[in-house]
């Protein structure tokens, strides 16, 4: 018995899985290595490589690993490019999931974690955003994110399926050095790479009415969000309910400029960030409650802000001079 990790070899991806190992669920891995990478997945764990569009590859994967339940991460990520390219976003994260959801009725698979983001909420302006407060997404992919949410919904009225939904907000760090973030639209790997290239990283204004003017973003975790699914999984697993959607939240929230500030304190590099105008609607501050995941996930937060850094930074060392 085991769980197919869509996404696997990706940096979320395999905290996941090695995630699920620890609490000793087999994982058997898909990802089309798009933006993951192979050996992000140990030896010892099922991996084939192939897309989620084809729907026959993943049930012959399911029915050959007997995979009980399917955590579903694959898919497009980047927001402000899927304003560009939303047909590439509603293919891979719209049909990606009906895919994954045909094939798993067709395998017989009855449970689902379900990667979703805070993209879904939009613009927001209260203190904490709760799972009570309306989506109303801005980009085609906090659309696609809502979609795949209802299409679970419904497909768990019309079969029975049992499942959470998992919006992330900001999800920073590293669990083990050799699993790094490599995407050139999150924060953390686009102030390393200025750095490492002897560029000055970015502020994108310090008007904001937060404590530094600088943005307040909810940085979590990566291992802690891994150790989140593993939980979930497990839970659904035992039969045991659970709500329809948890934010993975901290509750509290850094700004830009701490962020900056932790890692010139972390990287010995003594820099400035230049600060530089707004970006056209960027909000002051988006800060999740997560209680509610607190209260059924185990989820909390055994990392903080430094730890973050220091792990990100690590596995950034480690990715240079152990180039693929």
Same mark, same amino acid.
């Given at each position: 018995?085991?769980?197919?990790?869509?996404?696997?070899?990706?940096? /979320?991806?395999?905290?996941?899985?090695?995630?699920?190992?620890?609490?000793?669920?087999?994982?058997?891995?898909?990802?089309?290595?798009?933006?993951?990478?192979?050996?992000?997945?140990?030896?010892?764990?099922?991996? +084939?490589?192939?897309?989620?569009?084809?729907?026959?590859? =993943?049930?012959?994967?399911?029915?050959?690993?007997?995979?009980?339940?399917?955590?579903?991460?694959?898919?497009?990520?980047?927001?402000?490019?899927?304003?560009?390219?939303?047909? +590439?976003?509603?293919?891979?994260?719209?049909?990606?999931?009906?895919?994954?959801?045909?094939?798993?009725?067709?395998?017989?698979?009855?449970?689902?974690?379900?990667?979703?983001?805070?993209?879904?909420?939009?613009?927001?302006?209260?203190?904490?955003?709760?799972?009570?407060?309306?989506?109303?997404?801005?980009?085609?992919?906090?659309?696609?994110?809502?979609?795949?949410?209802?299409?679970?919904?419904?497909?768990?009225?019309?079969?029975?399926?049992?499942?959470?939904? =998992?919006?992330?907000?900001?999800?920073?760090?590293?669990?083990?050095?050799?699993?790094?973030?490599?995407?050139?639209?999150?924060?953390? $790997?686009? /102030?390393?790479?200025?750095?490492?290239?002897?560029?000055? $990283?970015?502020?994108?204004?310090?008007?904001?009415?937060?404590?530094?003017?600088?943005?307040?973003?909810?940085?979590?975790?990566?291992?802690?969000?891994?150790?989140?699914?593993?939980?979930?999984?497990?839970? =659904?697993?035992?039969?045991?309910? =659970?709500?329809?959607?948890?934010?993975?939240?901290?509750?509290?929230?850094?700004?830009?400029?701490?962020?900056?500030?932790? +890692?010139?304190?972390?990287?010995?590099?003594?820099?400035? $960030?230049?600060?530089?105008?707004?970006?056209?609607?960027?909000?002051?501050? /988006?800060?999740?409650?997560?209680?509610?995941?607190?209260?059924?996930?185990?989820?909390?937060?055994?990392?903080?802000?430094?730890?973050?850094?220091?792990?990100?930074?690590?596995?950034?060392?480690?990715?240079?001079?152990?180039?693929?």
């Amino acid at each position: 018995m085991s769980w197919l990790v869509t996404g696997g070899a990706g940096y /979320i991806g395999s905290h996941v899985v090695r995630a699920l190992r620890d609490v000793d669920i087999d994982a058997v891995v898909v990802d089309n290595l798009d933006t993951g990478h192979r050996r992000f997945v140990r030896d010892d764990v099922p991996f +084939v490589e192939g897309d989620i569009l084809d729907t026959d590859l =993943l049930v012959r994967t399911m029915l050959d690993h007997d995979v009980h339940g399917v955590i579903h991460l694959a898919g497009f990520k980047a927001a402000g490019v899927s304003v560009d390219v939303p047909l +590439v976003a509603y293919t891979q994260n719209v049909t990606g999931t009906i895919s994954v959801l045909e094939a798993m009725t067709r395998a017989n698979v009855g449970s689902m974690v379900f990667s979703s983001s805070a993209a879904c909420y939009g613009t927001t302006d209260v203190d904490l955003v709760t799972e009570a407060l309306a989506p109303a997404p801005e980009s085609p992919y906090g659309e696609t994110k809502l979609i795949g949410e209802w299409l679970i919904r419904d497909q768990a009225v019309a079969t029975g399926l049992k499942h959470t939904s =998992l919006r992330y907000f900001n999800v920073v760090g590293s669990g083990s050095e050799d699993l790094f973030d490599d995407s050139q639209h999150n924060l953390f $790997p686009l /102030i390393f790479n200025a750095l490492l290239d002897g560029k000055t $990283p970015k502020i994108y204004g310090n008007d904001y009415p937060t404590q530094d003017g600088t943005c307040v973003r909810d940085y979590v975790h990566v291992a802690d969000l891994a150790a989140a699914h593993a939980v979930a999984a497990r839970h =659904l697993e035992n039969g045991e309910p =659970l709500e329809a959607v948890y934010n993975l939240g901290s509750g509290a929230g850094s700004s830009v400029q701490e962020i900056m500030d932790t +890692v010139r304190e972390v990287s010995g590099i003594d820099f400035e $960030p230049e600060v530089i105008p707004r970006r056209p609607g960027d909000p002051p501050r /988006i800060v999740a409650d997560g209680k509610l995941a607190a209260r059924d996930l185990d989820w909390k937060m055994r990392h903080d802000l430094r730890d973050m850094v220091a792990t990100a930074w690590t596995s950034r060392q480690y990715a240079a001079a152990h180039p693929d």
